[in-house]
């Protein structure tokens, strides 16, 4: 009911449930900020932004023990009434900084109306992020010059930040300066800036001043920087929403397909690094420009972006020579996390634009580790869980609350279709899925822009537009894997002849036997076969990989993990079954293997919307204990082991009781069986 | 005496007095860090840089009632021998770290083993410097990277600046980073780093690394950048020693002589502001080279910079047009001081230095006033001073420990010898000295380049190879102030006629009368005379300098100053009693009259050369009330009365106690009496 003027009034927000009482008159963004209460505000108060809104409930609230009257509420100002018809207010909402208290009221702030706003995430495991940005934007109404007490632009400009909105020091960078005085007189020495603090003990800068309130928002990018492809988030820093995504071959490519290729490139070229650091950075910069493109927005105001990269990518973005890395100890120029701006690393977003590394953990478990870390925060599980980010290079995260252990692993590029004989990336017409009948050993396929199986009717007039192209990386797990259950490969990795598999899809080819998957000569097409040496890169990389996590769980002192979590775009499309049968992750029940997708460019996006993040990242960053495989001689014995599919000596219990695989041995001399030692960094 | 094992022997520095009990066995050095006596060091202790050396005494000290023994040090050991028998050592110096206390003893520090030393300034009575710049040398060995303990190579190097010099956190510039492990790999993994830290308080920052110890130096800049020339300083930093001082001409001259012309040029050119910040870079690169190549040290190696200059210079240098300071309320940009890069502002000097800007005053009272301020510490004078720094523009403080209140007035070009008819700038050939006989009307003079008066003999043949050729600024004060003395210009400041002043030298000149002071014709070199229009050019300069400093005395509420220091290039050879007989500046007894040569220049060294005087002048500027001339009524009727040889108003007691002038009034109504009331800033 309303009250008596010089009584306090309840007032109750909701969904915080903060409540508190008020002298009438109090304004409900008052009250909420004394209340601390989220409730957003550019303008300060001057009923211009409308980023307060709130919806007053009004009747019988028994859960709050209070009864709302209809004038709880001031009336309508002029202020108020000239927002609403010029601009629109949604039915039931009114401007907090203008409604004011007058009786015991219930107020429910939206969630757009929140300044620290949770961003959605798809998945529902997933950590939540509150919006936190680094840059935020104030409107101030600053004083005009005096002869009688004569003071700078900017000194006003500070004074009024610190009045009306309690920023005490400040900074601001020259050419916030040098653009001042214009932007104060064409304002009316009304202006808002664009603060930006890396962590809120930082003395904020000014990086941008618009003249008035500036309606606008500002973006920053989330880059997820590969050694094959360069993948951003653009989110608008305001609501903490992903406006566009997009990604582009990394341009590095042409100096070498993996990691350690570009290594070699840049000792044995003068210009190697530099070169290759020019290629990384225009691949940002054209990145950026298509991102912004595709959003429709000013590339001008992205004023922040997170990166998060392997070590090599870390220090030729950084124009560091990744020389260090091509040999042991790995030694990093540096592995802590960096404050730049674009200007240091000539990327094109916002003159001023702030610029945030992930730290990296060591040798070559990079900030991409560290983002995931952030992203899937091992260091909070309760349960021991394996976190798998699947690439060119693995890198492995075992822990729980009481301790993260991480390695990283070269499994090469042969998880990507690359060095696969009918290998390819993932495109229209390649083959993702596969099934092999054990008794006639025929194959049934699914390749990518079809949801029909090879064999099923439709399907050659589904596939006509993109033909049937090669294997991609998910497929050819899948293939090695279902030629494993078939016993068309034996556990040591060798393919049957026609005879000991009792199919002519297999047949001599060379010195070994290949398997034919699709013939597709008759029409033009391509030839697809898995050759031996084929199976024996796949052998390699998923030993790389399961010996990397076997190692880790050494360490830890455990022989089984509770969950898998499979990162990388790569990952959400492995089948756990296949990776299991292969050998490449630990046992575990099928459905304790989830996908975190990217969980790198999530991390990153994490560390972009959330400042705290960063200082988190940091933190768990520094707890991480990272294990060289290079020096550990068990990793050596688990490889060897690994080799073998699914392995020499670990039982897959979880998996044998869903399935079970012949005992095979086909190698009567012929086999290339020492094929498969070399090892690469990828 | 050598003391038993076990007991402390006592330990006595001089020049410091300080004394502390110590271990027997003790080097120096720490017993020198442990009583906080100032000894430097640069390699931690390790007896490779030699900064730590000292002069043990011996034999009886009454004075400190200690005897010191022949074995009270440690015997030289292998690393003293090898410095001494490879570098040299003074006789008596020992290495403060290798020499180990053995029993009482005292040790002198020499003023080049102090790492904060006083800084020699030829005056008396100036503050002293204490040499503490923001840019420090530290030699330090870094542990080698261990693949069991993966760590980046700047953790490491952060963790030996912390184990070997308690140097906690630490950032690096990024091209520290890039070029951080080549150097710690040719280095052997010993490193000296360049630390730069604006205030005590400030993170570190690494700006430069070197292999192994660096033996050289660093330096640094103290720039006055006036709107004529462009003054600077190479300091070494680590002995604070100036190792060459340069000027040349600003090259803004071309876009304006005065300061109001360039405004007003950036007004009237689009690219106006833009262009002139461009010419003032490029003459501030001019100079660095310059000074560079005059110490013959290489331009990169200069890691600071300090700046002085007046608002308008400020503004421009920066990039910021300096439109508003061409009217009405004059408002700066910014009044702050300013921490800006060498990279920010374009400048040639190690790619990283650090550039500082003094703070400014308010208005058109700037950081050279600031500077002035600094070198002159008018906040700590127990007299109150006038401090007049004389330029186109007139900066004036007048305060003491109470107040300090600062103003600025336009006195044009006039005193620099511009806009007088024969005047010229200072330079072999200009008349600098004069005096004219009372009796005769006769004048004497000197010219730059000889010290003989024109009438001794020889001077004709000492002038011989530069000429007569004109009045620099100092000369035309002497020569309006002699021309008044002998009564040939009577107070309102009219040339009489022959007639009224008893000499053909005056003459009639158009509609008023000149004074000859050399005709060289007969031998094709210039007439030099004195116009009617010179002594009103030198009245209204002279005018605008008095009326400043008389209304801050109103404002400090006196009617005398107790003393008056003449800062600027110029100020050091203005003769007192002439200025005060022009009334240029209030009554004072002669001696009080001192001049601080260029006491701006002075403040950016100081400036440079310690930190904590950055903070001070900072502290002192925001205290300095600043009053605008323009809004204050009585400037005008101070001006006016000003106008006057000496004042029309005012008496000049301590003057008078010396000479008299005459009481005259030539007019009869054909002087240009008016021709005087513009006034300029510039």
């Known amino acids: 009911m309303a009250l008596e003027s010089g009584k306090d009034a309840l007032v109750i927000f909701t969904p915080s449930g903060k409540r508190g009482r008020f002298a009438l008159g109090t304004p409900v963004l008052s009250a909420a900020r004394a209340l601390g209460v989220d409730l957003d505000s550019v303008c300060g108060g001057r009923g211009i932004c409308s980023k307060c809104q709130i919806s007053p409930g009004y009747g019988s609230f028994a859960k709050h023990g209070v009864t709302v009257d209809a004038d709880a509420l001031s009336d309508w100002n002029a202020v108020e009434e000239r927002y609403k018809s010029k601009r629109g207010l949604i039915e039931g909402r009114r401007l907090g900084c203008q409604a004011k208290v007058q009786g015991d009221v219930v107020i429910d702030v ?128 305001r609501t903490g929403e992903v406006l566009a995504s997009s990604g582009l ?12 290729s570009r290594v070699s ?42 990166f998060v990269c392997n070590p090599v990518m870390h220090h030729l973005l950084l124009g560091i020579d990744p020389f260090e890395l091509g040999q042991a100890p790995f030694a990093l120029a540096t592995s802590g996390s960096l404050h730049l701006t674009a200007h240091d690393l000539e990327l094109q977003m916002h003159p001023s634009a702030r610029v945030y590394l992930l730290p990296c953990i060591a040798g070559h478990v990079g900030a991409d580790a560290a983002a995931v870390a952030l992203s899937e925060a091992p260091e909070k599980s309760e349960d021991l869980v394996l976190i798998v980010d699947v690439g060119t290079n693995a890198e492995i995260l075992l822990g729980n609350r009481e301790k993260v252990l991480a390695c990283s692993s070269p499994t090469g590029p042969a998880f990507e279709g690359a060095q696969i004989s009918s290998g390819q990336r993932a495109a229209p017409g390649a083959i993702e899925r596969v099934e092999i009948d054990p008794a006639t050993k025929e194959p049934r396929f699914k390749v990518i822009g079809s949801d029909l199986w090879s064999d099923e009717p439709g399907f050659d007039e589904a596939v006509a537009s993109t033909g049937i192209t090669g294997i991609c990386g998910s497929g050819i797990i899948e293939m090695v894997a279902e030629m494993r259950i078939a016993g068309i490969v034996d556990g040591p990795g060798l393919i049957g002849s026609p005879a000991q598999t009792g199919t002519t899809r297999c047949f001599l080819d060379g010195r070994t036997h290949s398997y034919m998957v699709w013939d597709g000569s008759a029409t033009g097409g391509p030839v697809i076969t898995v050759t031996n040496r084929d199976i024996r890169e796949i052998q390699m990389a998923k030993a790389a990989l399961y010996s990397g996590a076997r190692l880790l769980m050494d360490k830890f002192g455990v022989d089984h993990v509770d969950r898998i979590v499979l990162a990388g775009a790569f990952g959400a499309h492995i089948s756990p079954k296949h990776a299991m049968v292969l050998g490449m992750i630990p046992d575990v029940p099928l459905d304790k293997v989830t996908s975190a997708g990217n969980a790198a460019g999530t991390g990153a996006r994490i560390a972009l919307l959330n400042r705290g993040a960063r200082a988190e990242v940091e933190k768990t ?32 219990p979880h998996l044998f009781k869903i399935l079970t695989l012949p005992e095979l041995n086909f190698n009567s001399g012929g086999g290339d069986a020492s094929g498969g030692r070399r090892r690469r960094r990828g």
């Not at 010059?145 to 909105?165: I, N, V």
């Not at 962590?199 to 000014?206: F, G, Q, T, V």
């Not at 000792?267 to 950026?288: E, K, S, Y």
């Not at 204990?625 to 550990?632: D, L, R, V, Y």
Request: hydrophobic share 45%; net charge negative; aromatic share 6%.
């Open 249 to 260: 071959m990394n341009p590095q490519i042409r100096f070498g397909e993996d990691l350690m």
């Open 110 to 237: 939206p969630p757009e109306s929140q300044l620290h706003k949770q961003v959605i995430r798809k998945r529902a495991e997933a950590r939540q992020i509150t919006l936190d940005p680094s840059v935020t934007l104030h409107y101030v109404e600053v004083a005009e010059p005096d002869m009688h007490d004569p003071s700078g632009d900017f000194e006003r400009l500070t004074a009024a930040l610190r009045d009306q909105w309690q920023i005490g020091q400040l900074r601001a960078d020259l050419s916030v300066l040098t653009t001042l005085q214009p932007v104060l007189r064409k304002g009316g020495w009304k202006v808002t800036v664009a603060l930006h603090r890396a962590e809120e003990s930082d003395i904020p800068r000014i990086m941008h001043i618009w003249p008035g309130l500036y309606e606008g928002t500002v973006y920053g990018m989330a880059v997820d920087l590969g050694s094959t492809t360069i993948a951003g988030h653009l989110c608008d820093l």
């Open 621 to 652: 960053v520094a707890q991480i204990h990272k294990i060289e495989t290079a020096i550990e001689p068990r990793f050596q014995e688990h490889f060897v082991n690994a080799s073998n599919i699914p392995n020499a000596v670990e039982g897959f």
């Open 265 to 306: 490139y840049s000792m044995m070229n003068p210009t190697g690094a530099a070169d290759m650091t020019t290629a990384v950075r225009a691949g940002m910069n054209a990145l950026f420009t298509q991102v912004a493109a595709e959003a429709e927005i000013d590339i001008g105001l992205i004023m922040d972006a997170v």
